[in-house]
């Protein structure tokens, strides 16, 4: 549920009094940590990154000390500032590992079953495919699937809710083109 | 003037405001051109909520607790002394590693700095999810024959619309956000705790079709053969209302 309770006419919670950050903070962190980490997790490819910022982006939050306006986008805006101060830093450390990770070492551990082999291959074409889109792009598709709202997704990529259907309406075709193009080539 | 994709797009995805989800809903019944755009927009939805939900994201478990004890961001510079250290580290096992087997530079490797994401080919894969979107107005497909339609439960407010239409797809489009799940031509519409009207297109030369409503099938198709418990409003439209007090049609 993304929303606040609304208090309904004749509802006792009306009355008490607001609740305190820790436990809006409490409240929030239920309901979008999951939210947050799935969104990283789908941008970045990396769990351990994923896991990192995403607690990296409440524990800012918690620092704030008061709720933001826009919680969600919030927490979105500032996951994406921590993976691009991160990616910029560590670009050399990245590159390094890339080097020396060499195809022979990945295959090593327990041998996979066909099913695994093909999970594995269907989730790399559609990473294939997503990294043809722009960065924004990409944000703004997974943003949607894990079910934030335009104005959510407009305040977190800092653009226009008004433009956010037709950025998703050209995202959308632009994953297809690009998943059905490689699956074409690959017949 | 044909309302834009990026106006359909909303529309499909119940983030246009009322009175225009309103126009739009009017402009599509007589619209062929955008009934097409609708239907192209819905299965390249679908086809996106697929391919996304592919990729594994499984969460792993955290509390509010976990989170707060966990160390606050080490400063900047001592990030930065402590990547020089892991460089100059890494520059000597790289030399060792020109006489040693590479599997154990490479552990060496994931010592100082972890392992790469690479390595999560490792991870135990999940099952391809069955697509589902909970944040989806409308989906759109093209029936491989048989196509059963099933809501969920009966609804207290709102109503559903069957149009047969001369179309190659089934789509269903709602009032309002809901989650579907399709399988072999089964489409379940999770519309528990949902109040919303929906529109489903069914094309004419589907051979066989059924809308289940809670427990009760509430049209069927077999042939040109149809059965159902809806009120005609028009040439091949038929409505079922349903509000709060009357459980049934």
Known sequence: MRTLRLPLPGDTTATRPSPTFDEAFAALFRERFPMLYRYLKRVSGDSALADDVAQESFVRLHARGEMPADPAAWLVSVANNIVRDEYRTNKRRRRLLALWVSPSEEGRGPPLSDAQVLTHEREAAVRRALETLPPRDRRLLILRHEGFSYREIAEALGIATSSVGTLLARATAALSRAYKGMTHASD | ?249
């Not at chain 2, 490479?106 to 972890?114: D, I, K, S, T, V």
């Not at chain 2, 528990?192 to 427990?215: C, E, F």
Request: aromatic share 4%; net charge neutral; charged share 20%.
């Open chain 2, 1 to 249: 003037m044909h309302p834009t994709e990026g106006m359909w797009q909303e529309f499909l995805d119940g983030e246009s405001d009322p009175p225009v989800q309103r126009e739009l809903a009017i402009h599509s019944d007589t619209c062929a051109d955008c009934q097409r755009t609708v239907a192209a927009l819905g299965r390249r939805q679908v086809l996106a909520a697929e391919l996304l939900g592919r990729l594994d994201a499984r969460v792993p478990e955290r509390s509010v607790a976990d989170v707060l004890s966990r160390p606050h961001a080490r400063p900047r510079s001592s990030r930065r002394s402590l990547l020089v250290a892991a460089i100059i580290v890494l520059s000597v096992v790289t030399a060792a590693g020109a006489v040693m087997r590479t599997g154990v530079v490479h552990r060496a490797m994931n010592w100082l700095l972890g392992p790469a994401p690479q390595v999560e080919s490792q991870y135990p894969p999940a099952p391809p999810p069955i697509p589902e979107r909970d944040s989806s107005t409308g989906i759109a497909f093209v029936p491989a024959g048989t196509v059963e339609i099933a809501f969920e439960e009966w609804p207290h407010r709102g109503e559903i619309e069957i149009a047969l239409r001369e179309a190659t797809e089934v789509s269903i489009i709602a009032s309002a956000p809901s989650a579907y799940s399709a399988r072999e031509g089964r489409v379940l519409v999770a519309n528990r705790g949902v109040t919303a009207s929906y529109r489903i297109t069914l094309p004419q030369n589907v051979p066989l079709a059924s809308i289940r409503v809670g427990d009760r099938v509430v049209f069927s198709k077999r042939g040109d053969a149809l059965s159902t418990q809806a009120r005609r409003t028009g040439p091949d439209s038929y409505l079922l209302s349903f509000s709060t007090g009357a459980d049934s049609p």
